[in-house]
């Protein structure tokens, strides 16, 4: 008897703070791209990701997935190991019609798009998880642990001073969340909290 894997659709996680997706285009035919509002005509929605290419141009999309539970999935390489493939909606466009009317054309990946505009229709470009280079990528991660791979892959000294701008910046947070109860907005961090999903923090506060 077979066992089916079961897989879930993940969509690109929101920002309960900016109501946004999480993610931003750093380049654009390998040239970086800043947070300067003049931005390059082919950047049609920075904030939704949505980019205009002509045949030759390629961009770089960073993209945040909420993947892990902070047990059996709490490292890179555990969240990469579960996840199957990306998929990006594309649709060909004629230069005419208003790029955000092109939204009900393209697929998910769990349904067929709202409507269809023939062969300007959108489609999904997937792009598989190399499984074998993630394990051969973070191989000393995993038989080794976190201290070894810092060290395989930095100097001794640069993995000192990975760890010890590592516990700054816990001191740190952690002098901002009393900043925060102090100033009464615990409350707000809290619920904030929540529409991220984070409920296993807000579980700590309480």
């Known amino acids: 008897m077979s066992h089916s894997v079961r897989r879930a659709a993940l969509?690109?996680?929101?920002?309960p703070w900016d109501d946004a997706p999480r993610l931003i285009i750093p380049q654009f035919n390998a040239v970086p791209l800043t947070k300067?509002?003049?931005?390059?005509p082919c950047i049609e929605n920075a904030r939704e990701g949505v980019v205009r290419l002509e045949k030759g141009d390629f961009v770089v999309l960073q993209l945040q997935f909420r993947v892990g539970d902070d047990k059996t999935i709490a490292k890179d390489w555990q969240a990469l190991d579960t996840l199957e493939s990306t998929a990006l909606p594309w649709s060909p466009w004629d230069g005419v019609l208003a790029p955000a009317s092109l939204d009900r054309a393209l697929p998910t990946v769990e349904s067929a798009p709202a409507i269809s505009f023939g062969p300007m229709g959108g489609r999904s470009l997937r792009a598989p998880f190399d499984h074998d280079a993630i394990h051969r990528y973070f191989a000393d991660f995993i038989e080794h642990g976190q201290d070894a791979c810092m060290r395989s892959r930095l100097c001794a000294g640069h993995a000192d001073l990975a760890d010890k701008i590592n516990d700054s910046v816990l001191t740190m947070g952690d002098k901002l969340l009393k900043r925060i109860a102090d100033d009464g907005g615990m409350h707000l961090l809290l619920e904030r909290l929540r529409e991220c999903g984070r409920h296993d923090i807000v579980a700590k506060f309480q």
């Open 11 to 15: 969509g690109v996680a929101r920002d």
């Open 36 to 40: 300067d509002p003049l931005r390059p």
